[in-house]
């Protein structure tokens, strides 16, 4: 009997592969999909990392505020730049505005005043065009916005109907294309097209003057249906450090001192908050335990000049009075500078809460240790401080998603950020939410698209994982003296390497304090033989910091590269004639109060041998943005060329 050929089903066989083919892309996007959430962690914790740094300045400026002024009696300016408000008067206004002239050759947009739609138009069409609007313009728009800012509550109340709609937008933090792109999608602000901005309208992006000034022409116009809650950055200190400063001073080189100055006050009359149908809670960061939006509804806003500048202690700070303050446009007069011009301890606290706070899984209410300020709220405290006010939800920013918005406290939190490729191209979307009356919350998710986000998903997961272990390799590198300490610490063979587990959770972790999984990113960062031993020395071998001066100590390099951005914090309050320069004597008195405070631990005679070197022309002062940009930080290698590399 003849065997039968046995052949299989050709169908079969293309199913079998399609299977092979689907599994094997699956775990292929699963190990970038990681690789991506490994990276958007680095971005994260650092960024938090960065702002508990900015936070722990301000115990440091009343420890300076204290020092400082003892012994430099004569300087005023220093304490009334720290802790008194700055009141600009009419006549200040007419100074302000107009002495400055807008020349004919001058090719930007014009604005009307009264403004009217026209002028949003104008100024949208000019900033696609990449035009600068003029430095008279600017100042009117402030003083504009400040006036009819002044006549308004804490806490903008609004309300929706079926028919119309309000759109609640997230932090933009200067990514003028993403504005573009919800007005695009959504419409122009109108009254039939209400919006609420909430906060962080500046810092990190490139146009946050653009931005901000789009933003504030829309609410000359329609003054009752956009409305601006503060974040955290709509604050003087915080746009020293992260960027708005500097770019107002590039754009308005004569005029951007008076524009500075007009600014850090309109940011004090900012709202805080927003009740929607008397259901619905607007704020930018989140709520405490503590949260009473009786008190915060009577405080006087204006006297938060900067989150960072805590009330000096009185003795009035301990017994707060609940006393009806009245409209927040009825501030003390000039002459009262004394304790009645700053908020008490507890409605500071108050305030801190609202615009720094993040919300947790964890039940309760406890410190906020990776931004150093506010704190994490469970989903307990959300329903006691709903329940308290008879409200349903809370509408919060502050934090990148991957998707734009996150929902989360069995859905009475909804977290919306709108700065879509906030970290690196690719890293996350944008997104708004429109609620309309009686309806759930609708979410629209954006992604503003560039040539390299065109690029396949590797493409993009190389370049924003390559983005974010430079920056970690940067943070390791001005902790490399400490680092290496506890890893010799550690080695008690002296033979150079350590267990994985143990450079990863008990020395990465406590000396660099970045929550991150450590073991799965060691591959990016420490060579690790068969055994599992790292040899913890290569950690440094493609990084180092540039010396100034040669035959400078490594650690007064790594503590300089470290704190060289509450450094120049620092220099920029003292230097009040904005001249760029510091005399020896003011260098000396404030590293040794920056050296008191932090205890860093370096010896005055290096700090004098520096400073000496870095006076080039010996004239007995030093241009201190150079000073600083003389410590930088060399890479040794590149993007890598192979994408399908680990």
């Given at each position: 009997?003849?065997?039968?050929?046995?052949?299989?089903?050709?169908?079969?066989?293309?199913?079998?592969?399609?299977?092979?083919?689907?599994?094997?892309?699956?775990?292929?996007?699963?190990?970038?999909?990681?690789?991506?959430?490994?990276?958007?962690?680095?971005?994260?914790?650092?960024?938090?990392?960065?702002?508990?740094?900015?936070?722990?300045?301000?115990?440091?400026?009343?420890?300076?505020?204290?020092?400082?002024?003892?012994?430099?009696?004569?300087?005023?300016?220093?304490?009334?730049?720290?802790?008194?408000?700055?009141?600009?008067?009419?006549?200040?206004?007419?100074?302000?505005?107009?002495?400055?002239?807008?020349?004919?050759?001058?090719?930007?947009?014009?604005?009307?005043?009264?403004?009217?739609?026209?002028?949003?138009?104008?100024?949208?069409?000019?900033?696609?065009?990449?035009?600068?609007?003029?430095?008279?313009?600017?100042?009117?728009?402030?003083?504009?916005?400040?006036?009819?800012?002044?006549?308004?509550?804490?806490?903008?109340?609004?309300?929706?109907?079926?028919?119309?709609?309000?759109?609640?937008?997230?932090?933009?933090?200067?990514?003028?294309?993403?504005?573009?792109?919800?007005?695009?999608?959504?419409?122009?602000?109108?009254?039939?097209?209400?919006?609420?901005?909430?906060?962080?309208?500046?810092?990190?992006?490139?146009?946050?003057?653009?931005?901000?000034?789009?933003?504030?022409?829309?609410?000359?116009?329609?003054?009752?249906?956009?409305?601006?809650?503060?974040?955290?950055?709509?604050?003087?200190?915080?746009?020293?450090?992260?960027?708005?400063?500097?770019?107002?001073?590039?754009?308005?080189?004569?005029?951007?001192?008076?524009?500075?100055?007009?600014?850090?006050?309109?940011?004090?009359?900012?709202?805080?908050?927003?009740?929607?149908?008397?259901?619905?809670?607007?704020?930018?960061?989140?709520?405490?335990?503590?949260?009473d939006l009786s008190i915060l509804q009577q405080?006087?806003?204006?006297?938060?000049?900067?989150?960072?500048?805590?009330?000096?202690?009185?003795?009035?700070?301990?017994?707060?009075?609940?006393?009806?303050?009245?409209?927040?446009?009825?501030?003390?007069?000039p002459s009262e500078q004394s304790a009645s011009?700053?908020?008490?301890?507890?409605?500071?606290?108050?305030?801190?809460?609202?615009?720094?706070?993040?919300?947790?899984?964890?039940?309760?209410?406890?410190?906020?240790?990776?931004?150093?300020?506010?704190?994490?709220?469970?989903?307990?405290?959300?329903?006691?401080?709903?329940?308290?006010?008879?409200?349903?939800?809370?509408?919060?920013?502050?934090?990148?998603?991957?998707?734009?918005?996150?929902?989360?406290?069995?859905?009475?939190?909804?977290?919306?950020?709108?700065?879509?490729?906030?970290?690196?191209?690719?890293?996350?979307?944008?997104?708004?939410?429109?609620?309309?009356?009686?309806?759930?919350?609708?979410?629209?998710?954006?992604?503003?698209?560039?040539?390299?986000?065109?690029?396949?998903?590797?493409?993009?997961?190389?370049?924003?994982?390559?983005?974010?272990?430079?920056?970690?390799?940067?943070?390791?590198?001005?902790?490399?003296?400490?680092?290496?300490?506890?890893?010799?610490?550690?080695?008690?063979?002296?033979?150079?390497?350590?267990?994985?587990?143990?450079?990863?959770?008990?020395?990465?972790?406590?000396?660099?304090?970045?929550?991150?999984?450590?073991?799965?990113?060691?591959?990016?960062?420490?060579?690790?033989?068969?055994?599992?031993?790292?040899?913890?020395?290569?950690?440094?071998?493609?990084?180092?910091?540039?010396?100034?001066?040669?035959?400078?100590?490594?650690?007064?390099?790594?503590?300089?590269?470290?704190?060289?951005?509450?450094?120049?914090?620092?220099?920029?309050?003292?230097?009040?004639?904005?001249?760029?320069?510091?005399?020896?004597?003011?260098?000396?008195?404030?590293?040794?109060?920056?050296?008191?405070?932090?205890?860093?631990?370096?010896?005055?005679?290096?700090?004098?041998?520096?400073?000496?070197?870095?006076?080039?022309?010996?004239?007995?002062?030093?241009?201190?943005?150079?000073?600083?940009?003389?410590?930088?930080?060399?890479?040794?290698?590149?993007?890598?060329?192979?994408?399908?590399?680990?």
């Amino acid at each position: 009997m003849a065997s039968a050929s046995i052949t299989k089903d050709p169908g079969d066989l293309m199913v079998r592969a399609a299977l092979i083919i689907q599994n094997w892309y699956r775990r292929y996007r699963a190990r970038l999909s990681a690789r991506q959430h490994y990276a958007l962690a680095i971005f994260q914790s650092i960024e938090y990392a960065d702002e508990q740094g900015q936070m722990q300045l301000s115990s440091f400026f009343s420890f300076m505020l204290e020092n400082y002024t003892n012994t430099h009696k004569e300087d005023s300016a220093l304490v009334s730049r720290l802790f008194e408000n700055t009141r600009l008067e009419s006549k200040d206004r007419e100074e302000y505005v107009g002495l400055i002239d807008v020349p004919d050759s001058y090719d930007g947009p014009r604005l009307q005043f009264p403004l009217t739609f026209t002028d949003i138009n104008l100024l949208l069409q000019a900033f696609k065009q990449q035009q600068i609007l003029h430095a008279h313009y600017v100042l009117e728009v402030l003083f504009e916005a400040r006036k009819i800012l002044k006549q308004m509550p804490n806490f903008t109340r609004i309300k929706t109907f079926p028919a119309k709609e309000i759109t609640i937008c997230g932090d933009l933090h200067g990514k003028l294309d993403d504005l573009m792109l919800i007005f695009y999608k959504n419409g122009l602000p109108s009254e039939k097209n209400p919006y609420v901005f909430n906060g962080d309208f500046v810092d990190r992006g490139n146009n946050s003057m653009e931005i901000l000034m789009i933003l504030l022409v829309s609410f000359l116009v329609y003054p009752t249906d956009l409305h601006l809650n503060r974040g955290n950055h709509e604050d003087f200190m915080m746009n020293l450090r992260y960027g708005f400063t500097k770019e107002i001073l590039q754009k308005y080189k004569l005029h951007g001192k008076k524009i500075l100055q007009v600014l850090e006050e309109l940011y004090t009359w900012l709202p805080i908050g927003t009740i929607i149908d008397n259901e619905i809670l607007v704020i930018h960061g989140g709520i405490s335990e503590s949260t009473d939006l009786s008190i915060l509804q009577q405080l006087q806003r204006n006297k938060m000049k900067s989150v960072l500048m805590p009330p000096v202690s009185t003795n009035q700070d301990s017994n707060i009075k609940k006393n009806k303050v009245g409209s927040p446009s009825a501030a003390a007069g000039p002459s009262e500078q004394s304790a009645s011009e700053q908020l008490t301890k507890l409605e500071w606290e108050q305030i801190i809460d609202l615009l720094w706070s993040d919300p947790r899984g964890k039940k309760g209410c406890y410190p906020n240790t990776s931004r150093g300020g506010g704190c994490y709220f469970g989903p307990d405290v959300t329903s006691k401080v709903l329940n308290k006010n008879q409200l349903k939800l809370v509408i919060r920013s502050h934090e990148c998603k991957p998707d734009g918005y996150e929902i989360c406290h069995d859905g009475k939190v909804i977290t919306v950020f709108s700065a879509s490729n906030y970290y690196e191209e690719g890293s996350n979307r944008g997104a708004y939410i429109r609620l309309s009356y009686g309806t759930s919350p609708q979410f629209f998710q954006y992604q503003v698209t560039s040539t390299s986000c065109l690029n396949p998903l590797y493409q993009r997961v190389n370049a924003m994982e390559f983005s974010a272990f430079r920056i970690l390799k940067e943070r390791m590198i001005a902790r490399k003296t400490d680092l290496i300490n506890a890893f010799e610490l550690r080695d008690h063979s002296k033979t150079g390497n350590l267990v994985l587990a143990q450079w990863a959770f008990f020395l990465w972790e406590s000396i660099l304090g970045l929550n991150l999984p450590w073991r799965s990113l060691s591959s990016h960062l420490v060579s690790t033989d068969a055994s599992g031993s790292v040899d913890y020395m290569s950690s440094f071998d493609d990084i180092h910091i540039e010396k100034p001066v040669k035959d400078m100590k490594s650690d007064l390099i790594e503590t300089m590269y470290r704190y060289r951005s509450d450094l120049k914090i620092i220099f920029n309050i003292i230097d009040t004639d904005q001249s760029g320069m510091i005399s020896m004597d003011e260098f000396r008195t404030m590293w040794k109060l920056f050296n008191a405070h932090y205890k860093v631990h370096i010896d005055d005679s290096q700090i004098d041998e520096l400073a000496s070197t870095m006076d080039s022309n010996k004239d007995g002062n030093i241009d201190f943005n150079e000073f600083l940009r003389a410590f930088y930080v060399v890479h040794k290698y590149e993007m890598p060329e192979n994408p399908l590399n680990k």
